[in-house]
């Protein structure tokens, strides 16, 4: 564990933990962020987590800020979530047969999302994703996929694609396993850069099936789409009978009840959406109006199941969430409380003289160690990454748990107080002060 200014922080129970793990799990960890790779040093083990907090096995207690990476809208355990599951279960964990919870969610669904008529669940974002390409080449007959760089869309082969150097590039793939072939059909474009787009429907006329995007990037660090630029690639997309594909894993129900699709008043084709929608449980979905939604099988030819889609204890988590999104939303909340947090990092960075912007949407947010301000994946790329690394450790040794890499936003719940928040402020002062002295 890279050493911090505060020497009593220590790890060691975890650090035999992850010893172990790393004989038996790939890296110690079943999804790569966990492994801190990107601030170095090991992860603290957790042990439980309730409303804004979370605790580890070496008996460390830290206001949470990754919230399991965006579903804990509400904070962990919360009462109502709980209830819900364990009366689920008394019932039994999966049927593999349809039940009325799966009807209530989608009914939900469609009440909320603005441009959703019919959905699907899944069981994850990656699924959701890669079930909506697919969906929109089947619509389209086209295989073409426009996708922005910096952009996280899950693990699908197709999307895990690199940029080249130039601007509209066919990329290659970013990890070994993934095919030439597979991503042959996936073009990239920079985030919030509209002509690019339009350079790659000029490139490729009539082939190209959909433009997937995440409206608000929360992958690269928090980037917010610039004024307009959803709205031109709405029309844009239209104008040559290309898809939109709104990925929402993370603003779903995040940035307003309908998504950042509701905020921004844009209406795509389709739209992914996993994280809160599963209430802290492995649920996705993919939904669209009822034409589009009508070729998925078995009401139409396009393939697309699952063993656990629907499963009950998902549902219930979901419905619970989503049903308490509707009965008392947290939205102006979580807006003051972010703005709360925003400017006090804002000001506590000014104070220590160093290179920063903070950008934050709603209840999203990034403090990047950069002139700024971040448009795109390449503005992102030249934050002080080394810098972020030291910060990092210095605000967990603190108790306070940001997300480990400085390409990840930061999302606030509806279970942190004010005191939470000055704290938060507090330790990050101090961290600075511990760094640049
Ligand atoms: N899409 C977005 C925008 C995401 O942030 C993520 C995960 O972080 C995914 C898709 C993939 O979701 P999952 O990890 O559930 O497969």
Not at 310 to 315: E, W
Not at 370 to 380: I, K, L, S, T
Not at 410 to 430: E, G, L, M, P
């Amino acid at each position: 564990t890279p050493a911090t200014s505060k020497p009593e922080y220590d790890l060691s129970r975890s650090h035999e933990a992850f010893l172990r793990a790393c004989k038996v799990i790939p890296g110690g960890v079943n999804s790569p962020a966990r492994a801190f790779g990107a601030v170095g040093g090991e992860p603290p083990f957790m042990a439980r987590a309730e409303g804004a907090y979370l605790y580890d096995i070496d008996g460390h207690q830290y206001i949470d800020y990754i919230g399991s990476w965006g579903p804990m809208i509400f904070g962990h355990a919360h009462p109502t979530v709980r209830h819900a599951v364990v009366e689920a279960l008394d019932h039994g964990s999966s049927f593999g047969a349809p039940t009325t919870r799966e009807v209530d969610i989608a009914e939900a669904v469609v009440a909320a999302v603005p441009s959703i008529e019919k959905v699907r669940f899944v069981s994850s974002g990656t699924e959701a994703t890669m079930s909506a390409i697919r969906v929109a080449r089947g619509v389209t007959g086209r295989n073409k996929i426009v996708k922005m760089t910096g952009h996280y869309h899950g693990h699908v082969d197709s999307l895990l694609v690199q940029a080249g150097s130039a601007a509209t590039t066919l990329g290659f793939p970013n990890s070994p396993g993934v095919t030439p072939g597979a991503i042959e059909d996936t073009i990239l474009c920079p985030f919030n850069d509209v002509s690019a787009v339009a350079a790659a429907f000029e490139r490729f006329p009539e082939q190209v099936a959909a433009v997937i995007l995440e409206p608000v990037a929360g992958n690269m660090g928090l980037v917010p789409p610039r004024p307009g630029y959803l709205e031109q690639i709405r029309e844009l997309t239209r104008k040559h009978g290309v898809m939109l594909v709104f990925d929402e894993v993370m603003t779903g129900f995040r940035l307003a009840f309908g998504g950042a699709q509701e905020r921004f008043a844009i209406d795509p084709d389709m739209t992914a959406l996993g994280k809160i929608i599963g209430g802290g449980l492995p649920a996705a979905a993919y939904g669209a109006k009822s034409a589009v939604m009508d070729f998925v099988s078995p009401a139409g030819p396009i393939y697309q199941a699952g063993t656990l889609s629907g499963n009950p204890l998902a549902m219930a988590a979901g419905l619970a969430t989503v049903g308490m999104l509707r009965e008392s939303p947290p939205y102006e909340r979580l807006e003051a409380i972010s703005a709360r947090l925003e400017d006090g990092l804002r000001r506590a960075a000014s104070d220590a003289k160093v290179p920063h912007v903070v950008q934050r949407v709603g209840s999203m947010l990034t403090l990047f160690f950069n002139q700024g301000p971040v448009h795109d994946y390449e503005d992102a790329k030249r934050s002080d990454t080394a810098l972020f690394g030291r910060f990092f450790w210095e605000m967990l040794a603190r108790g306070v748990y940001l997300p480990c890499s400085q390409f990840e936003a930061a999302f606030v719940s509806a279970a942190h107080t004010d005191a939470d928040i000055d704290h938060t402020v507090d330790a990050a002062r101090d961290a600075l002060r511990a760094i640049v002295g």
